[in-house]
C-alpha cells in the first residue's frame, strides 16, 4: 500500500484538509525516522531533573514535574535494545499521552511536523489464497514487492499448497535476495534464469516467461502472482492463459505507474483507474478490462 509524506505546508501536493491526512512529530533514534500523531504530542522539552524510581526497569529514566504533573520518563534507546546516548548528549524529551497517563520518551533529536496521506491502494489478497498452491514470477527488481508473500507462505506454511519461485536477472549478479533463496530452496521449488549464457550457471538460460513455459507449473488450485518489467508482465500472463490458469488465478502488480504516490499527478491513470489510489495490485480478470497503456 501506498503512502505519501509532505510538509503540511506542502502546496504542489494540492492537499485537502480531513482526506485521510494526520500530522506527526518526527524524531530520530540512531538513524532511524519514527513519528507520533501530533494530536498525542503534549510537550517537547530537554529534561532536567528527573527523579529516579527504586525498582525500575533499566528504560525508565525516572520521573519528572511536568506543570504539576508526575511524567514517567523512558528511555527509548533502552527499550528497543541499543546502546545510550554518547555522554554529553542529551538528547530530547517528547511528552506523550497514552490512556489518560503521560510519559516522556527520551529520543536523540526531533525533527519537523509532517502531514501523512495513507494508507491508499490495496494489497495482494492472500487471505482469499490459503489452501491454495502459490506460484511466484518475478523478474529484476520486481522480485522485492512479492517477496513478502513468500515470507508469509513460508512462515504459515500449514495454511497453503505448495510454494514455487521462479526469478529471473539479465545475469546472475542481478538476481535479487540470491543468498536467501538459496537458503530457503529446501522449502520451496526455486526455478531461477538468465537471459544469456555465462560460466558456472546451470540453471535455465533464457528469458523469465519461457522459463515458466518449460517448466509448466499446473493452475489445479493455484494462484500465479507476477511482477517484473511490463514486457515480462505480457508474455508471463500469455504463457500462463497458455497452460490453463484462468484470469481470476492471476495476478500482478503495476507498480511502475505510480509516481506520486497519491492520485494527484495523475500519472498512474489507467482508464478509469489511478493505480495509487486503487492499485497497485490486480487480479488479471480486471486487468484486461483497462487499456492495456501500463
Not at 491526512?21 to 530520530?28: P, S
Not at 528511555?75 to 554529553?88: F, S, T, W
Not at 508473500?149 to 504459515?156: G, Y
Request: charged share 25%.
Amino acid at each position: 500500500m501506498a503512502q505519501a509524506v509532505a510538509t503540511r505546508d506542502s502546496t504542489e501536493l494540492n492537499i485537502i484538509p480531513g482526506e485521510n491526512l494526520e500530522d506527526f512529530v518526527t524524531f530520530v533514534i540512531k538513524d532511524q525516522m519514527f513519528g507520533i500523531p501530533v494530536l498525542k504530542v503534549q510537550d517537547i522539552l530537554t529534561p532536567h531533573s528527573i527523579a529516579s524510581i527504586p525498582l525500575a526497569p533499566p528504560e525508565v529514566k525516572g520521573s519528572i514535574n511536568l506543570r504539576g504533573r508526575i511524567v514517567t520518563v523512558i528511555d527509548v534507546r533502552i527499550r528497543l535494545g541499543l546502546e545510550k546516548l554518547p555522554e554529553g548528549k542529551a538528547g530530547m524529551g517528547v511528552t506523550v499521552e497514552q490512556d489518560n497517563e503521560l510519559y516522556t520518551l527520551l529520543v536523540d533529536k526531533v525533527g519537523d511536523v509532517i502531514g501523512m496521506r495513507g494508507p491508499l491502494g490495496n494489497c495482494f489478497p492472500i487471505d482469499d489464497w490459503k489452501g491454495k498452491n502459490i506460484t511466484i514470477i518475478a523478474g529484476g527488481c520486481g522480485l522485492a514487492p512479492v517477496w513478502p508473500i513468500l515470507q508469509t507462505v513460508l512462515a504459515n506454511k500449514k495454511d497453503f499448497g505448495e510454494l514455487t519461485l521462479f526469478n529471473g536477472g539479465r545475469t546472475s549478479g542481478d538476481i535479487l535476495y540470491r543468498d536467501e533463496i538459496e537458503s530457503l530452496s529446501s522449502e520451496m521449488k526455486v526455478q531461477l534464469s538468465v537471459d544469456a549464457e555465462e560460466p558456472g550457471w546451470e540453471d535455465y538460460v533464457g528469458f523469465v516467461p519461457s522459463n515458466v513455459l518449460d517448466k509448466k507449473p499446473s493452475p489445479k488450485n493455484a494462484i500465479a502472482i507476477t511482477c517484473g518489467p511490463p514486457i515480462m508482465i505480457k508474455f508471463v500472463i500469455q504463457n500462463l492463459a497458455e497452460m490453463g490458469f484462468s484470469d481470476d488465478q492471476i495476478f500482478t502488480t503495476v507498480e511502475n505507474k505510480m509516481k506520486c504516490g497519491i492520485g494527484k499527478c495523475g500519472r498512474c491513470n489507467i482508464g478509469k483507474d489511478y493505480v495509487c489510489i486503487k492499485g497497485p495490485v490486480y487480479c488479471w480478470a480486471d486487468l484486461k478490462k483497462l487499456p492495456l497503456d501500463y
